[in-house]
Structure formats: structure tokens, C-alpha cells
């Protein structure tokens, strides 16, 4: 009998206990055991069969969580972490008292703190991981305010890609929305997720950006969901980002 094995790491994931890369270092920091052993990077199990230990509890295959996606439109001044070592809000403050008890829900990628709009939350740790994964080039657009007129010639630099810390940008897509005598509103669509990569762009072309907002991230759009609150995702929506990136079926569907 062929026995079937995963990696840890895409195990605890999928218990909804953190994202692939947090469980990662989970495993790196000793906090995961296997078979009563401190765990490695790169052990795989088969969670019917061996006994799996994440901080002293046990991953139990009958207790699988129900995986959970949501989309928060993101105020101003939150984190998008779990937990903030600063003591700032973060996502997870937001969400209704019924959901804070849901083990694993984490933020799909982040906003920083200064951004606000459309930002994904959580269990399925194999959602996080394909949608946040370079090669699958998850398109998410935004609405940028800019100091100043970006003339077509500096937009095309921007489109076409400039070297930040060594490594060229992918194309992006850019627009004028509008101006006014002091400022520029662009819709810009990245397919990549550098740190703060928009506004040392902007910095790096001469526009500083004063506001940033994203409206969708691939075919999830923000619509008209009030600032700080979130909604779960429909299965058409679920479908549509798994058709996004690709996602193998797992014959798991979003929670209505």
C-alpha cells in the first residue's frame, strides 16, 4: 500500500494553524514535533498516521477547521499581521467576535499600515500560498494619488519597469483617472507584491505618493463594503480566484 505524505509545513497549513510560511518558521523555531521528535524543515508525514504536535496540540485529521475567506476593506492606521510586537490594531481586531475564535485566519499578503482597501483573510493556508507565490502573478489594482503631473514620458518609465534594490519591476498597468492643479489619480495594476513597491516608485520617479488605496486584488473587488468591515467571499468568488492562480481542487468551497 502506497502511503500518501506531505510536507509539514502544507499540513499545518491546512489545519488552519498559520500560512505555509509562517508554519515554516514554526518548524525553524522547534515549536513543531513529529512522532514525539522535534520536527525539521522538509520532514514529510501523513497526519492519518503519525502524530503531529503544533505548541503541544495535537493536529487532529477528524478536526480539520472549516476554511474561511473573507475580504476586509482595510482602514487607515491597522496592521495587516496577526499580532503587532508595537501593540498597534491589527486586522485580526477587526473582525466580528465569531470569527476571532476561527484558529488560523491570517491576512493574504499585506497593506501597509499607511494603505488602505481590499485585503484577504484566511485559514487555507494553500490559498495564501498560491496567492502570494511570484509565479502566479496575482494582478491587483489600486487607486493612487500622486504630488504633482507624471508626464506620459515618466508613467511609461513606470510601466516598462525601473531597478529597485538591484531587481527591475515587473510592467505594470497605469492610467490617469484624474488631476487636479497640484495632484494625479492613477489606476495602477501590479502582478507582484515588493515591499511598499508603489510608493518608492513613485519617490524614485519624483511623485510622491499621498494616498493609496487598492480597489481589487485579481476578480475581488471592494465595491461598496463600508471601511472596516469585512464580508465572506461567495463560492463564485472562491472560483474565481482558484481559476485566478490556478489552485488544484481540494474539495473545499468558501463559506457563504
Known amino acids: 500500500m502506497v502511503v500518501v505524505t506531505e510536507r509539514l509545513q502544507k499540513i499545518i497549513s491546512q489545519w488552519g494553524l498559520a500560512s505555509r510560511r509562517e508554519a515554516e518558521q514554526l518548524i525553524l523555531a522547534g515549536r513543531v514535533r513529529l512522532n514525539d521528535e522535534i520536527a525539521q524543515i522538509g520532514q514529510r508525514a501523513n497526519p492519518n498516521l503519525d502524530r503531529i504536535e503544533v505548541d503541544g496540540m495535537q493536529v487532529n485529521p477528524a478536526q480539520r477547521p472549516c476554511l474561511t475567506y473573507l475580504l476586509l476593506h482595510k482602514p487607515l492606521g491597522i496592521v495587516s499581521t496577526c499580532e503587532d510586537p508595537q501593540g498597534r490594531p491589527t486586522v485580526l481586531d477587526l473582525l466580528p467576535p465569531d470569527l476571532q475564535q476561527h484558529q488560523g485566519i491570517h491576512p493574504v499578503g499585506r497593506l501597509d499600515i499607511d494603505s488602505t482597501g481590499a485585503l484577504l483573510l484566511t485559514n487555507d493556508g494553500n490559498l495564501t500560498f498560491m496567492l502570494t507565490h511570484p509565479r502566479h502573478h496575482c494582478p491587483k489594482t489600486y487607486q493612487v494619488l500622486v504630488q504633482g503631473h507624471p508626464p506620459e ?16 519591476t515587473r510592467p505594470a498597468e497605469i492610467k490617469v483617472l484624474q488631476h487636479n492643479s497640484h495632484q494625479t489619480l492613477l489606476e495602477i495594476i501590479l502582478r507582484e507584491g515588493r515591499n511598499r513597491q508603489i510608493r518608492r516608485v513613485a519617490e524614485l520617479l519624483g511623485h ?13 473587488h471592494l465595491g461598496q463594503l463600508p471601511v472596516g468591515q469585512v464580508r465572506s467571499l461567495s463560492s463564485d468568488d472562491y472560483h474565481c480566484l482558484k481559476a485566478q492562480v490556478s489552485i488544484p481542487p481540494n474539495g473545499h468551497h468558501a463559506k457563504r
Request: proline letters at 7%; hydrophobic letters at 40%.
Open 153 to 168: 514620458t515618466t508613467l511609461n518609465r513606470w510601466r516598462q519597469g525601473l531597478f529597485l534594490d538591484t531587481k527591475k
Open 208 to 220: 510622491p505618493v499621498l494616498s493609496l488605496h487598492r480597489v481589487a486584488i485579481g476578480p475581488i
